[in-house]
């Protein structure tokens, strides 16, 4: 048995600049249009296969037509469409730039940092605590990032 549990909050991060999941859908989808990446750039073109938005917001708006999901949410109902839908539905299309620009822009945010917060330092030197009975400590995350 661990002699001491950790368990991180959602927020745990947040001290080292990356986004709470509430700002996650904005940031990606701002990402997504200012990255312009070589692998999404057809996908967002309008026009292309006939969509006059772009596949991507075809997909985006077959699934969150008001734009009111977070990122969770719009990843399980793509998900969920993708179950019974066939090959050329926009949704794929959408579901993997969300999943790669998420990703690009999580790994932008960690090669970005110069320096971790205190709070990480001082999680680091807690975890590595070892008790004289040879227990070591134990960490629970709700940390998506």
Same mark, same amino acid.
């Given at each position: 048995? #661990?002699?001491?549990t !950790?368990?991180? =909050?959602?927020g745990?991060?947040a001290?080292? $600049?990356?986004?709470l999941?509430?700002? *996650?859908r904005?940031?990606v989808?701002?990402w997504?249009?200012?990255?312009?990446h070589?692998?999404?750039?057809p996908?967002?073109r309008?026009?292309?296969h006939?969509? #006059?938005e772009?596949? !991507?917001?075809a =997909?985006?708006?077959?699934?969150?037509?008001k $734009?009111?999901?977070?990122?969770e949410? *719009?990843?399980?109902a793509?998900r969920d469409?993708?179950?019974?839908?066939?090959?050329?539905?926009?949704c794929?299309?959408?579901l993997r730039v969300?999943?790669?620009?998420?990703?690009?822009l999580?790994w932008?945010?960690?090669?970005?940092?110069?320096?971790l917060?205190a709070?990480y330092?001082n999680?680091?030197?807690?975890?590595h605590?070892?008790?004289?009975?040879?227990?070591?400590?134990a960490?629970?995350s709700?940390?998506?990032?």
């Open positions: 048995m #661990p002699s001491k !950790f368990v991180l =909050g959602a745990f991060s001290g080292a $600049g990356f986004p999941v509430r700002n *996650l904005d940031l989808l701002n997504i249009e200012t990255e312009k070589p692998s999404w750039e996908h967002l309008p026009h292309l006939g969509y #006059p772009g596949q !991507f917001c =997909g985006l708006t077959a699934v969150d037509p $734009g009111l999901l977070g990122l949410e *719009l990843m399980i793509l469409r993708l179950r019974d839908t066939d090959d050329h539905d926009p794929y299309v959408t969300l999943r790669d620009a998420c990703g690009r999580l932008q945010r960690h090669r970005s940092l110069q320096e917060p709070s330092h999680f680091a030197s807690w975890m605590e070892h008790h004289g009975n040879g227990q070591t400590n960490i629970v709700l940390n998506w990032d």
